[in-house]
């Protein structure tokens, strides 16, 4: 008998092979074609050399290699896969739930300890994977007499905040899901959506904990919103815009956080507030009131609300790296497309493949989209590493740190951007 | 018709500005004891602790068993600062029986209470940590004190119930390469110790949570009768192992740390200042260790103790600990009573809580070394 | 401008503790190891030797079913009761040897101090849940047979931190 | 605690009243102190290093207390102590005080005992077995005598709250630490 796997049965083996392929092949024809003509039958399929796309022509396409590039070009270029899929939900999620599994292994090796460690067979990776499909699988509990129309409503509401927020994001350049000219007062109204359903949802549950949790969130929310505002005029002062992508590209030679230090820390610090990251985590302050307005989540409402969360933290380290750190400015380090791929094309074994239409997107973009990611982690870093070594703050400290410490240093702040602006450094005028 | 109340329950009369919150037994915030607190908005007006919810009559059930019996059985209170709980027990039963005991049994028990000492304080370190939502400083106390619990069960046999303290010496001489071992780890616990400065005690928010809450003057602490680390973090310099040295005390010098302005945060630096100081202890005590030597004196099947009394104190992770023995010439104590530094320190409680926001109410509630297992006995 | 110093220096710490090893023991998989394989007593000093105590190990050689251990165990926790044993020792007449009760044990190791026969000490063997009550009684035939445990894990200090290894 | 004092001291089996001639001098002046200052209502039952224990009649406990606390300055109470003495129908309180501010007395623990009267139906709080409180003259005996009010039933008088601390609120039975209370199965 083999030391490797002593039970091992050549039979079983084969036997589990050829089903697993026949469950591919019944899942593939059953569902997954399905699902994509119907995708192709909503999206509006691009003019290929003069005549008009249908679906079933396009879906043919799309298998062929050498006729699939163009009409992926196009289908990258549609509003549906922004919001869906590259700067908007689908990235935002997927750098979420990155965070989630990296700050749970972080906080965990900051304390000597391992952290999630048997899910996945190595070091806890598929500990996301059970977490979620848990919190799928979980009841969702509604509180007797709790208004039950809200309470359903505030999980989702909040997670569809947290997207809209992400959706202002500018991740490269040209690649913005809503790429408006009050981007910025776009995003202060929906940061002031966030207390709004706080509030709804721990007033829904209508249960002691959560409602004291909800109003200590309110309190924490609302009294950081004002210097968290105050301390972006200095950088719109300096910009002269609202507009997202163009304080990107006005930061090419320099990175705001090194005119507006200032700036910088009062937005980060009441960003931890507006988290309700661990030195402010009063909402959900475990020893004193079980888990502030998260009490009454079970199930995958739950699991919708650390979502949006994670979204929120995504969304607020992507709008520090835009206005302070440059968003997708950096040393081009980005490869250029190789010349021989599109001329010749790809030798693969025997044949060579022709592949018009190549490169798919433009160096800019990856080398773009590349240095705004790593700003970004880098910032979430920053964000996560206060809750290994910081305790609670009272509330009243909390408040009067909000109202009168902060405010103050975002004056200072625009005095210094004003300063800057007349003395003709930066801005329009400006020498830089 | 007015109902008889059960006695020892009284209507209360409601006043529409006092709410009455029961910090109860079950509160995250409060141990195994319910603190009855009133509060106009967010000052605490009064305080009530209630302890008693985990009171095993620990002293009726001493006067049943002899004095060999009551060794697993008195230890109860506090588990993991077990040697400390039985030193003054068996300092007390020896002097009754007239035992000598062997002076390499002495510097034992010094080494193992000092380890005591550590699973002790860092226990209530990381509880006073998670109290005040810190994580980490729940996290390293509670992973470190993995190294003095392993030197016990090394030492003793069992990680936390050690019962290892007998009337006449210990129970078992030190295992093999004890020595090095101890020393290795404890050198390590020091190292460890000393990087909770900068994250626990030099962290602005902690201080700025703790600092001037639950203020215990110096008169106060001594008029209250306080003791331990409380008692030392108001100004008094009062240790017992220096003071009255019990056993091999007086042949190790030992400092004691004293700060000077009783809030809630020195009460906090106390412990920590002792546990470095109970490092030097243990590697002069392992030093000055007589190398061979029995460590228990045989003792006659059952000890009977003559008709007396005895009172012996001793320093514990909480304080004075002192156990009064009354004898009445039979196997069994006629009664044992075992006076607690949770017990004594549990009077500053109404009175440092009166006049305090309720968002310190957990800093100064545990600020106080309090644990209420061993206050209700 | 103490707050931003000590805000740094804390971050700092956190920040380099980062790099220090895990201490975690991975229970099922490592197992800590004791001195020796278990406390024992020698009656003529009257001293115990160190050592684990765990689950007890009798010797029904030894055993002359005096009963000073389940008389020591009355005072403590009253988990010993001596039971009928179907083999016939010449130094045991009334052939009964001690049964203990794992639920009602405090693993004090008193019965083992009171034992004078040198017939009863303690192993290493520290596992003994059960899913049911009965099944922690065990009879004298299950304590004789010596329990093998693998517990070959130690605490390694070294300067990148402490770890099991 | 030098060993000489402690080897040829014998414990004094009943008060008697010349004094062994080696007792430890400085207790021996602390409880002179004392016997001078009130005769015959105070009594030695002991003294041994670092130790004295003074019998006081209830009536006169008070201002004992307060001498003890004021000239001799001893300036805290240790714990209060029931003992129970059913064969001559009495309860011994005893009050272990220390003292923190006097480098000399900082080994000492002077035990003031005082008896109060025992009946066999009590009625806590409502009998005869009463003792006058100290709370006023050592604060820290508050939650003490509160113990030893529930455990053995003495009504300390003049204590702010003489409520019940450890028991639960509806213990109806005997006070636990007497010795008619006996242990079910023992």
């Given at each position: 008998?083999?030391?490797?796997?002593?039970?091992?049965?050549?039979?079983?083996?084969?036997?589990?092979?050829?089903?697993?392929?026949?469950?591919?092949?019944?899942?593939?024809?059953?569902?997954?074609?399905?699902?994509?003509?119907?995708?192709?039958?909503?999206?509006?399929?691009?003019?290929?050399?003069?005549?008009?796309?249908?679906?079933?022509?396009?879906?043919?396409?799309?298998?062929?290699?050498?006729?699939?590039?163009?009409?992926?070009?196009?289908?990258?270029?549609t509003?549906?896969?922004?919001?869906?899929?590259?700067?908007?939900?689908?990235?935002?999620?997927?750098?979420?739930?990155?965070?989630?599994?990296?700050?749970?292994k972080?906080?965990?090796?900051?304390q000597?300890?391992?952290?999630?460690?048997?899910?996945g067979?190595?070091e806890?990776?598929?500990?996301?994977?059970?977490?979620?499909?848990?919190?799928?699988?979980?009841?969702?509990?509604?509180?007797?007499?709790?208004?039950?129309p809200?309470?359903?409503?505030?999980?989702i509401?909040?997670?569809?905040?947290a997207?809209?927020?992400?959706?202002?994001?500018?991740?490269?350049?040209?690649?913005?899901?809503?790429?408006?000219?009050?981007?910025?007062?776009?995003?202060?109204?929906?940061?002031?959506?966030?207390?709004?359903?706080?509030?709804?949802?721990?007033?829904?549950?209508?249960?002691?904990?959560?409602?004291i949790?909800?109003?200590?969130?309110?309190?924490?929310?609302?009294?950081?919103?004002?210097?968290?505002?105050?301390?972006?005029?200095?950088?719109?002062i300096?910009?002269?815009?609202?507009?997202?992508?163009?304080?990107?590209?006005?930061?090419?030679?320099?990175?705001?956080?090194?005119?507006?230090?200032?700036?910088?820390?009062?937005?980060?610090i009441?960003?931890?507030?507006?988290?309700?990251?661990?030195?402010?985590?009063?909402?959900?302050?475990?020893?004193?009131?079980?888990?502030?307005?998260?009490?009454?989540?079970?199930?995958?409402m739950?699991?919708?609300?650390?979502?949006?969360?994670?979204?929120?933290?995504?969304?607020?380290?992507?709008?520090?790296?835009?206005?302070?750190?440059?968003?997708?400015?950096?040393?081009?380090?980005?490869?250029?497309?190789?010349?021989?791929?599109?001329?010749?094309?790809?030798?693969?074994?025997?044949?060579?493949?022709?592949?018009?239409?190549?490169?798919?997107?433009?160096?800019?973009?990856?080398?773009?989209?590349?240095?705004?990611?790593?700003?970004?982690?880098?910032?979430?870093?920053?964000?996560?590493i206060?809750?290994?070594?910081?305790?609670?703050i009272r509330?009243?400290?909390?408040?009067?740190?909000?109202?009168?410490?902060?405010?103050?240093?975002?004056?200072?702040?625009?005095?210094?951007?004003?300063?800057?602006l007349?003395?003709?450094?930066?801005?329009?005028?400006?020498?830089? | 018709?007015?109902?008889?109340?059960?006695?020892?329950?009284?209507?209360?009369?409601?006043?529409?500005?006092?709410?009455?919150?029961?910090?109860?037994?079950?509160?995250?915030?409060?141990?195994?004891?319910?603190?009855?607190?009133?509060?106009?908005?967010?000052?605490?007006?009064?305080?009530?602790p209630?302890?008693?919810?985990?009171?095993?009559?620990?002293?009726?059930?001493?006067?049943?068993?002899?004095?060999?019996?009551?060794?697993?059985?008195?230890?109860?209170?506090?588990?993991?600062?077990?040697?400390?709980?039985?030193?003054?027990?068996?300092?007390?039963?020896?002097?009754?029986?007239?035992?000598?005991?062997?002076?390499?049994?002495?510097?034992?028990?010094?080494?193992?209470s000092?380890?005591?000492?550590?699973?002790?304080?860092?226990?209530?370190?990381?509880?006073?940590?998670i109290?005040?939502?810190?994580?980490?400083?729940?996290?390293?106390?509670?992973?470190?004190?993995?190294?003095?619990i392993?030197?016990?069960?090394?030492?003793?046999?069992?990680?936390?119930?050690?019962?290892?303290?007998?009337?006449?010496?210990?129970?078992?001489?030190?295992?093999?390469?004890?020595?090095?071992?101890?020393?290795?780890?404890?050198?390590?616990?020091?190292?460890?110790?000393?990087?909770?400065?900068?994250?626990?005690?030099?962290?602005?928010i902690?201080?700025?949570?703790?600092?001037?809450?639950?203020?215990?003057?110096?008169?106060?602490?001594?008029?209250?009768?306080?003791?331990?680390?409380?008692?030392?973090?108001?100004?008094?310099?009062?240790?017992?192992?220096?003071?009255?040295?019990?056993?091999?005390?007086?042949?190790?010098?030992?400092?004691?740390?004293?700060?000077?302005?009783?809030?809630?945060?020195?009460?906090?630096?106390?412990?920590?200042?002792?546990?470095?100081?109970?490092?030097?202890?243990?590697?002069?005590?392992?030093?000055?260790?007589?190398?061979?030597?029995?460590?228990?004196?045989?003792?006659?099947?059952?000890?009977?103790?003559?008709?007396?009394?005895?009172?012996?104190?001793?320093?514990s992770?909480?304080?004075?600990?002192?156990?009064?023995?009354?004898?009445?010439?039979?196997?069994?104590?006629?009664?044992?009573?075992?006076?607690?530094?949770?017990?004594?320190?549990?009077?500053?409680?109404?009175?440092?809580?009166?006049?305090?926001?309720?968002?310190?109410?957990?800093?100064?509630?545990?600020?106080?070394?309090?644990?209420?297992?061993?206050?209700?006995? | 401008?103490?707050?931003?110093?000590?805000?740094?220096?804390?971050?700092?710490?956190?920040?380099?503790?980062i790099?220090?090893?895990?201490?975690?023991?991975?229970?099922?998989?490592?197992?800590?190891?004791?001195?020796?394989?278990?406390?024992?007593?020698?009656?003529?000093?009257?001293?115990?030797?160190?050592?684990?105590?765990g689950?007890?190990?009798?010797?029904?050689?030894?055993?002359?079913?005096?009963?000073?251990?389940?008389?020591?165990?009355?005072?403590?926790?009253?988990?010993?009761?001596?039971?009928?044993?179907?083999?016939?020792?010449?130094?045991?007449?009334?052939?009964?040897?001690?049964?203990?009760?794992?639920?009602?044990?405090?693993?004090?190791?008193?019965?083992?101090?009171?034992?004078?026969?040198?017939?009863?000490?303690?192993?290493?063997?520290?596992?003994?849940?059960?899913?049911?009550?009965?099944?922690?009684?065990?009879?004298?035939?299950?304590?004789?047979?010596?329990?093998?445990?693998?517990?070959?894990?130690?605490?390694?200090?070294?300067?990148?931190?402490?770890?099991?290894? | 605690?030098?060993?000489?004092?402690?080897?040829?001291?014998?414990?004094?089996?009943?008060?008697?009243?010349?004094?062994?001639?080696?007792?430890?001098?400085?207790?021996?002046?602390?409880?002179?102190?004392?016997?001078?200052?009130f005769?015959?209502?105070?009594?030695?039952a002991?003294?041994?290093?670092?130790?004295?224990?003074?019998?006081?009649?209830?009536?006169?406990?008070?201002?004992?207390?307060?001498?003890?606390?004021?000239?001799?300055?001893y300036?805290?109470?240790?714990?209060?102590?029931?003992?129970?003495?059913?064969?001559?129908?009495?309860?011994?309180?005893?009050?272990?005080?220390?003292?923190?501010?006097?480098?000399?007395?900082?080994?000492?623990?002077?035990?003031?005992?005082?008896?109060?009267?025992?009946e066999?139906?009590?009625?806590?709080?409502?009998?005869?077995?009463?003792?006058?409180?100290?709370?006023?003259?050592?604060?820290?005996?508050?939650?003490?005598?509160?113990?030893?009010f529930?455990?053995?039933?003495?009504?300390?008088?003049?204590?702010?709250?003489?409520?019940?601390?450890?028991?639960?609120?509806?213990?109806?039975?005997?006070?636990?630490?007497?010795?008619?209370?006996?242990?079910?199965g023992?």
């Amino acid at each position: 008998m083999s030391v490797i796997a002593p039970k091992f049965r050549l039979g079983y083996f084969l036997k589990s092979l050829t089903d697993n392929i026949f469950w591919i092949i019944i899942l593939l024809t059953l569902v997954g074609i399905p699902a994509i003509q119907i995708v192709l039958f909503y999206v509006d399929l691009p003019v290929l050399d003069g005549v008009l796309l249908t679906p079933f022509l396009a879906f043919t396409m799309l298998f062929h290699p050498e006729l699939a590039v163009p009409l992926v070009k196009s289908l990258l270029y549609t509003d549906f896969f922004r919001i869906a899929a590259f700067p908007g939900f689908g990235f935002a999620a997927l750098l979420a739930a990155g965070t989630i599994f990296i700050e749970r292994k972080l906080l965990a090796k900051l304390q000597l300890r391992v952290g999630p460690f048997y899910c996945g067979k190595v070091e806890g990776i598929l500990q996301l994977m059970g977490d979620g499909l848990k919190l799928i699988s979980k009841e969702i509990i509604i509180p007797a007499k709790a208004d039950k129309p809200i309470f359903w409503a505030a999980p989702i509401l909040f997670v569809a905040t947290a997207a809209a927020f992400v959706s202002l994001i500018p991740v490269a350049p040209g690649w913005v899901v809503a790429d408006i000219d009050v981007g910025l007062l776009a995003v202060f109204a929906i940061i002031g959506f966030f207390p709004i359903i706080t509030i709804l949802s721990a007033w829904s549950a209508n249960s002691k904990f959560p409602f004291i949790g909800g109003i200590r969130a309110l309190h924490q929310m609302v009294s950081f919103e004002i210097p968290l505002i105050l301390s972006l005029l200095g950088v719109v002062i300096l910009t002269g815009t609202l507009n997202l992508s163009e304080i990107v590209e006005s930061q090419t030679h320099y990175w705001f956080i090194a005119f507006l230090p200032i700036g910088a820390i009062v937005f980060f610090i009441s960003m931890l507030a507006e988290l309700e990251r661990i030195p402010f985590d009063l909402p959900e302050a475990e020893s004193e009131i079980v888990a502030g307005w998260l009490t009454e989540f079970s199930g995958m409402m739950y699991g919708l609300v650390q979502l949006g969360s994670y979204l929120k933290l995504y969304a607020f380290a992507a709008l520090f790296v835009v206005l302070f750190l440059g968003g997708w400015q950096g040393p081009m380090v980005w490869p250029p497309f190789p010349e021989e791929i599109i001329t010749e094309g790809i030798e693969a074994g025997p044949i060579t493949i022709q592949v018009p239409g190549l490169p798919v997107t433009t160096q800019e973009m990856l080398n773009g989209t590349m240095w705004f990611t790593l700003k970004t982690i880098a910032v979430i870093f920053f964000i996560l590493i206060p809750r290994g070594v910081f305790p609670r703050i009272r509330i009243d400290m909390l408040l009067s740190i909000g109202w009168n410490k902060l405010i103050a240093l975002a004056f200072v702040n625009i005095f210094i951007a004003l300063g800057l602006l007349y003395a003709g450094v930066l801005g329009p005028g400006g020498i830089l | 018709m007015t109902t008889q109340l059960p006695p020892g329950i009284q209507l209360e009369k409601v006043d529409e500005r006092i709410m009455t919150l029961n910090v109860g037994p079950q509160h995250p915030g409060s141990g195994h004891m319910r603190l009855i607190i009133r509060v106009d908005g967010d000052r605490i007006v009064s305080c009530d602790p209630d302890p008693g919810y985990v009171h095993r009559g620990e002293e009726k059930m001493a006067e049943y068993r002899n004095y060999i019996t009551n060794i697993p059985h008195l230890e109860r209170p506090v588990i993991h600062d077990s040697c400390n709980i039985l030193y003054p027990y068996c300092l007390g039963v020896e002097e009754l029986l007239g035992l000598q005991v062997p002076e390499r049994a002495k510097y034992v028990r010094v080494i193992a209470s000092e380890l005591n000492r550590f699973t002790y304080t860092l226990y209530w370190l990381a509880i006073y940590g998670i109290f005040l939502g810190h994580s980490t400083m729940f996290m390293w106390p509670a992973g470190d004190r993995e190294f003095a619990i392993d030197l016990l069960e090394k030492l003793t046999g069992a990680r936390v119930t050690h019962a290892y303290f007998v009337p006449g010496g210990v129970r078992n001489d030190l295992p093999a390469n004890f020595e090095d071992v101890c020393l290795r780890q404890v050198n390590y616990l020091e190292k460890r110790l000393k990087t909770y400065g900068d994250i626990f005690y030099d962290n602005p928010i902690l201080i700025s949570r703790t600092e001037k809450t639950g203020v215990l003057s110096r008169q106060d602490a001594i008029r209250l009768g306080t003791t331990g680390t409380v008692l030392r973090a108001s100004g008094v310099d009062y240790d017992l192992r220096v003071k009255e040295p019990y056993d091999v005390y007086d042949e190790l010098d030992v400092h004691t740390n004293v700060l000077k302005n009783g809030d809630s945060y020195d009460r906090s630096k106390t412990p920590w200042l002792d546990m470095l100081e109970s490092c030097n202890i243990i590697r002069q005590a392992l030093e000055k260790m007589p190398k061979s030597g029995s460590v228990r004196v045989k003792l006659k099947p059952n000890p009977k103790g003559g008709n007396d009394e005895v009172y012996k104190r001793v320093e514990s992770g909480r304080g004075a600990l002192g156990a009064y023995i009354v004898s009445r010439s039979k196997p069994e104590p006629y009664r044992v009573k075992l006076s607690v530094g949770s017990f004594r320190n549990l009077i500053c409680m109404p009175h440092l809580l009166k006049g305090e926001k309720l968002g310190n109410m957990p800093a100064v509630y545990w600020s106080l070394n309090y644990w209420p297992v061993e206050a209700d006995r | 401008m103490g707050t931003a110093t000590g805000i740094i220096r804390a971050l700092n710490s956190g920040i380099k503790h980062i790099a220090v090893k895990r201490f975690t023991l991975r229970y099922p998989e490592q197992k800590l190891k004791f001195v020796g394989d278990g406390y024992q007593f020698d009656p003529t000093s009257g001293v115990g030797i160190a050592g684990y105590k765990g689950r007890h190990m009798l010797f029904h050689d030894h055993c002359t079913g005096c009963q000073l251990c389940s008389i020591a165990c009355e005072g403590v926790a009253e988990a010993i009761a001596m039971v009928k044993v179907p083999e016939t020792w010449k130094q045991n007449k009334k052939s009964i040897m001690p049964q203990i009760d794992y639920g009602k044990c405090v693993f004090c190791g008193l019965c083992v101090d009171a034992c004078p026969f040198y017939a009863l000490y303690m192993t290493n063997d520290y596992e003994l849940s059960s899913f049911s009550k009965e099944a922690l009684i065990y009879t004298p035939s299950q304590l004789q047979v010596k329990p093998q445990v693998n517990q070959d894990v130690d605490i390694i200090i070294d300067d990148r931190g402490a770890t099991h290894g | 605690m030098s060993d000489s004092e402690n080897s040829e001291q014998e414990i004094q089996a009943q008060p008697v009243e010349e004094k062994q001639p080696d007792l430890p001098k400085f207790e021996k002046d602390q409880s002179d102190k004392i016997t001078t200052k009130f005769g015959s209502k105070t009594e030695i039952a002991f003294v041994k290093p670092n130790r004295i224990k003074i019998n006081v009649k209830k009536e006169d406990i008070l201002d004992v207390a307060t001498f003890i606390r004021d000239e001799l300055n001893y300036d805290h109470a240790e714990s209060v102590t029931g003992v129970d003495f059913p064969a001559d129908k009495e309860i011994e309180v005893v009050y272990h005080l220390g003292s923190y501010t006097d480098p000399q007395l900082d080994k000492q623990v002077l035990s003031l005992a005082t008896r109060a009267t025992r009946e066999d139906d009590p009625n806590p709080g409502k009998d005869s077995t009463r003792l006058p409180s100290l709370r006023d003259i050592f604060y820290s005996v508050e939650f003490h005598e509160r113990e030893c009010f529930e455990m053995l039933g003495v009504f300390f008088d003049g204590h702010p709250d003489n409520r019940r601390l450890l028991l639960p609120e509806d213990w109806a039975d005997l006070p636990p630490l007497r010795k008619d209370f006996a242990i079910k199965g023992r």
